[in-house]
DNA sequence: ACAAATTAAATTGTTTACAATTTAATTTTA
DNA sequence: TAAAATTAAATTGTAAACAATTTAATTTGT
């Protein structure tokens, strides 16, 4: 192999590595603030898009949390189950289902309101570095 | 709920969330250039990591790939029932496996070499900001 | 109007991740 | 040196993710 694609094949020469590693540290590093609230990080960010707007449908939160129906749907069943929203069908097409919190659910957001600033405060990034990590990370979803 | 706290907690505010977003963006653009070779992206990882040495300890590779033996172990089990690798126990101590890699194994990576630069030209990134984003990612992961 | 196409959710099946535990081997230490 | 502690992998159980398919409702095109 020329040594040109051997370099390009170094863990350490790919992009894609500590990007996928990094998302995952992230993610384990709120678990220590969710696990005493009973939830998971993908139930927080759910959690974040409800509390956000009210009554959003179920393709409304797959598109905004960039996750399809088969991730989105067993995680409201879940929430739903634990009592924290309900899902109902539309009337006016009954092909679609609202999420409308409980009261449980918007509760949930007074405990999580201290969680922002804890993982903030645990990050090894400045705040211009998080800005400039943020918009690069931004182009790549937008890209 | 107070102003600033409401505001950490819209999704438009995490970092974490484009973190977690992006890094599942690029993990399933892979998906088209390694499904031919039949490798799924976690897959792909360990075999750069192997390609780069091989021989090395189960706890090795997992740390590389910063990943738990619950993971890796999975993972090595299928490619050595693929025929791509073997694990030997160490006889100097035998709680160790070593992996190796078979001829298969290694011709993997003349199959797999054209993927990084591929992967490099549908990315939305110059070059520049490609190596920001590198150097902020690995803040994260040693801080 | 009505068959065909599209759309929204849900379902099915496979593959990660990871916490927590277990097993077996080795090292420490009392 | 024998018990205690540590270590390396593997195992178990739970929760995502996502591709692919299915189901049911709506819209489109003729």
């Known amino acids: 192999m020329e040594h040109d694609k051997d370099d390009a094949l170094k863990l350490e020469n790919q992009l894609c590595f500590p990007l996928y590693a990094a998302a995952r ?49 067993p995680l409201l069943k879940k929430l739903e189950a634990k009592g924290y929203l309900r899902r109902e069908r539309s009337e006016s097409d009954e092909r679609c289902v609202r999420v409308v919190l409980t009261d ?10 201290d969680i922002p600033a804890k993982m903030c405060s645990c990050m090894a990034l400045s705040p211009e570095q998080a800005k400039q990590l943020y918009e690069l990370l931004y182009m790549i979803l937008k890209g």
Chains 1, 2 share one sequence.
């Open 104 to 113: 449980e659910g918007r509760a949930m957001k007074e405990r999580a309101g």
């Open 25 to 73: 540290k992230i993610v384990g590093a709120y678990t220590p603030y969710l696990k005493p609230l009973g939830l998971t990080y993908t139930q927080y960010i759910l959690f974040l898009v409800l509390w956000e707007r009210d009554g959003l449908l179920v393709s409304e939160i797959c598109e905004r949390l960039m996750l399809d129906s088969g991730t989105v749907t």
